[in-house]
């Protein structure tokens, strides 16, 4: 079990570029979130998916768009990107029965707004 | 606006010390108190959590304590090892929800 991936690990953009983050899951896990990390801010929730098709705000969701196509899969994209996006970024799954709500995080994109 | 206020922002002990890292919040609707654990380079992964019906909660060397009254949580890591130099996050969950509200992070190193 590879548990959740994301690519690219790294990013460099020009202001106004665009890209898109992508996670995978093998977890087959309902469940799905974006968050961004930035010092001193702790973990802040983009956006997040209940289901396959399904999307929905969090937190901080100025800027991005999501989708959930497949259930094993949560794009984040970034359509004109801006410095103040300058960030780590995170996936994490978890199941819709899990007792504790453990969510499963990847290894992260550092992405760098330039 | 923090929903979830985690102090200190950072903290150094010496090998064998019991850091304590403190947490407090103030939505009432909040059910489960996760504490999540990040190494450098790494995603955070889950620790230790807590639901307020019980006021601490054991895991190896990990204490949760919970005051529910003084809305207020805190990690004790007992006799600290080098290989707990991570940043820890506190965070909350409301009833019938599963999102999750994070603190901002503390940064223990510990001192062999």
């Known amino acids: 079990n590879a548990g959740v991936t994301q690519t690219p690990k790294f990013r460099v953009l020009k202001t106004g570029q665009s890209m898109t983050l992508l996670c995978a899951q093998d977890?087959?896990?309902?469940?799905m979130y974006w968050y961004r990390q930035d010092p001193g801010m702790g973990l802040r929730l983009i956006h997040y998916?209940?289901?396959?098709?399904?999307?929905a705000k969090g937190e901080v969701p100025d800027g991005y768009n999501v989708s959930r196509l497949k259930k094993q899969n949560f794009l984040l994209g970034l359509e004109s990107a801006a410095p103040s996006q300058t960030s780590v970024y995170f996936c994490?799954?978890?199941?819709?029965?899990?007792?504790?709500?453990?969510?499963?995080f990847g290894p992260g994109t550092r992405l760098t707004v330039l | 606006q923090q929903q979830v206020k985690q102090s200190p922002q950072s903290l150094i002990v010496q090998k064998g010390g019991i850091p304590i890292i403190n947490c407090a919040y103030e939505?009432?609707?909040?059910?489960?108190f996760p504490w999540y654990q990040q190494f450098p380079g790494k995603g955070p992964a889950l620790l230790i959590a807590?639901?307020?019906?019980?006021s601490e909660k054991k895991e190896g060397r990990f204490t949760i304590s919970f005051n529910k009254s003084a809305k207020q949580f805190s990690l004790h890591i007992m006799d600290s090892q080098p290989g707990d130099s991570a940043t820890y996050f506190c965070?909350?969950?409301?009833?019938?929800?599963?999102?999750?509200?994070f603190g901002t992070g503390t940064r223990l190193t510990v001192i062999p």
């Open positions: 994490a799954s978890s199941a819709r029965d899990s007792q504790y709500n453990e969510q499963f």
């Open positions: 977890m087959n896990h309902e469940y």
């Open positions: 998916s209940v289901g396959e098709g399904t999307t």
């Open positions: 807590i639901r307020p019906d019980v």
């Open positions: 965070a909350a969950r409301k009833t019938g929800a599963n999102n999750l509200f």
């Open positions: 939505n009432t609707a909040f059910d489960y």
